[in-house]
């Protein structure tokens, strides 16, 4: 019975489409449904230029390739970093940023960022900055001041690094590292060159 009842639907449906199509070719062929263009008075069509967009512009390959991949870091590693510089890269450049919940965001992750700068009595500049980068289950403190330390904590291989580097001159410094990890603690005393 439900076959009957869709296929009567269905004969119903065309043949209600035929008579109306019948209807409007009639129509059409009396002079209700005439249309009449004057070429002479009709204006060129002017369409905008469509330019290719840059898929990978030198803007976004230099925000988003990390600068300090190590060697020995797995792919992951890298690619974490990617992303995460992938999505501070769109946050940047989207319209997203200017609405209220954009803004939220911005005032979150201004408060997850402590930055601080005090001048001492001995003309001598302390700038502290502490940051997470949730992509990458990184924390970052970095001071500068008498001299330039740094400590990073990453959550996914559990492992701080700590840096101190003293510069000796205009462009050499001595780097005093430690990385702590869940299976050994490596300490390093490096000179570094700047070319």
Known sequence: MIASYSGMKTILSFKSTF???LYLSVL??????RAEVDVNLTQKLNLPEVQEAEILSKSFTDRVLPKDVQQGESGNVVLSKMADNTVAYWWDTTPL???ALGRAADNIEKKARLKGEIQGSNQVTHFFDLKVLVMQALARFEYRGWFHAGINY???AVAT??????PLSKDKDLVVSQVFNQTESTSRLSFKFNW
């Open 28 to 33: 059409c062929k009396t002079s209700l449904c």
């Open 97 to 99: 940023r200017q609405t």
């Open 154 to 156: 990453d959550a996914r």
């Open 161 to 166: 690094e700590a840096e101190i580097v003293q």
């Open 19 to 21: 008579i109306l199509c």
